[in-house]
Structure formats: C-alpha cells, structure tokens
C-alpha cells in the first residue's frame, strides 16, 4: 500500500470520527430491527399457546406445555440480548457506507487498511 499524502493524513481523523457516528447509528437501527424481531418472537409463542387453548386442548396438555413455551421464550431473550450486545465494528460500517453511498465495494475500509478485498 503506499503512503497517504499530506492531505490524505488530514482527513483521516474526520473520517475516522464519521465511522464512529456511523457506527453508532448502525448499532441503533440494528438494536432496534432485533428488538422488532424479538418482540415477535414472543408474540408468535404466545399466539401457539392461545391457540391451543382455542383448539381445546385438555388443560393438563397445555400445563404440560406451558415450560416449553417458557423455554422457547427465555431462548429467544438470550438470542436477542446476545445479538444487542455486539456492536459493528469500523470495517463493516465502512463497507455498509460504501453500500449506501454507491461508492464500490470496500473503497472507505480498503482507504482504512482494513478491507480483505484488495
């Protein structure tokens, strides 16, 4: 790779601090597209144990049920809470404003040494 010019080295830290901004906007529209997820989730768990009762099952079936559903539940809170904690790092956030931005694929991370595509 050669060596940034002088102006090139100016305007590193600019984007290196639009990435940050970019980044956290893109953890925030993700955090929120997984809690919208989540929520249904829990919503269609609830609606199959509803359903049972609609369909009539025998309550000693449902009661027999309900830790199912309560697992299947927590399981969906854990995926999500795990999904919530992990935030984009710079290459992908580049590479999902060069997406956004038309430019071709990779060219703000490859500028930023940190692209595997050459």
């Not at 809690?35 to 000693?60: D, I, M, N, S």
Request: aromatic share 6%.
């Amino acid at each position: 790779m050669t060596p940034p010019n002088a102006s090139a080295s100016a305007k590193l830290p600019v984007l290196l601090d639009w990435l940050q901004r970019a980044a956290r906007r893109l953890a925030l529209q993700e955090r929120l597209r997984h809690t919208g997820r989540l929520f249904c989730a829990l919503l269609v768990v609830l609606v199959l144990y509803l359903a049972l009762g609609a369909l009539r099952v025998p309550q000693p079936v449902r009661a027999a049920l309900a830790p199912l559903f309560m697992i299947a539940a927590s399981a969906a809170v854990m995926l999500f809470v795990w999904r919530w904690v992990y935030a984009p790092d710079l290459r992908s956030v580049a590479t999902e404003a060069d997406l956004r931005g038309d430019l071709k694929s990779c060219a703000l991370a490859r500028r930023m040494s940190r692209c595997s595509k050459h």
